[in-house]
């Protein structure tokens, strides 16, 4: 069990970054079901230009700044032409699933996609671990935070108190974007290549989980662990010697998913969600 454990910790820095990303966007008072396109296009943004580079910081770069323009085109599509923000999320994920099956099939050199230069993991378990702490800081004792928060629950009495919602939420959905393409580039950088696939649902299992934690930094930090910890049960029962490992992997494939669902319906009602979530 501590091998699960220690898995999942290790698992979790992904959905934790954009889990976070999401916090803040949502936060804010923009839905964001789009963390997964996001994901996806820092991840084939920076398996790309770090190989074509050669330079692993150029890579980082790249997918931050990928995720960065889809985070913004969400709010230009929901903050200046008001288009409904599921919609949007839908588009942005749709947009960048496409694209990454295009540029993955024209431009990667399928005999170079193990070359692909990247940091080391510790630089993203380290910056996973301190996010959370950082995150319930800035909301709880700055004056960014407050506004945040404030636009968040009310973006009426925000703005009679001066405060304009759409430069927040703008400034919201940049930090969405690094925190993101920052995931994105750290799964192409635990894998060692790129594929069209590579997120594989996590970008949704992100966003569960900033449910699950009822829109907070350590609360969603937990629920993160947790769905990571399936995920890594999953990788032991189809490796172990056990009687369960002769269940056929598809099953086990998707204890992780199941295990999101099943704490959606028991616990994503129990929060409410930021009052101004959706509203212009």
Known sequence: MGSVFLKGLELAAPLI?????????????????????????????????????????????????????????????????????????????????????????????????????????????????????????????????????????DPDKAREAGINPVVIRYQSLVICGILCGIAGVLIVTKTGRYSDDLTAGKGFIALAALVVGGWRPIPTLIACIFFAMCEALQFQMQGGASFLSQVPAQYWNALPYIATIIALAVLGGKWKAPSGLGKP
């Open 17 to 153: 970054l954009a889990g976070l990303g999401g916090l803040f966007s949502e936060r804010s008072g923009v839905m964001n079901i789009a963390l997964e396109g996001k994901m996806l296009g820092a991840a084939v943004t920076a398996a790309l230009v770090s190989v074509a580079t050669g330079s692993a910081a150029m890579g980082l770069l790249a997918g931050i700044l990928a995720a960065i323009i889809l985070s913004l085109i969400h709010g230009v599509l929901t903050q200046t032409y008001r288009i409904d923000h599921i919609v949007s999320g839908m588009a942005i994920n749709a947009i960048s699933f496409g694209a990454a099956r295009f540029c993955y099939a024209q431009f990667t050199d399928q005999s170079r996609n193990g070359e692909i230069p990247h940091f080391s993991e510790a630089v993203y378990w380290g910056l996973a671990a301190l996010a959370p702490i950082l995150v319930a800081l800035y909301l709880k004792t700055t004056k960014g935070g407050l506004r945040l928060l404030a636009v968040g629950n």
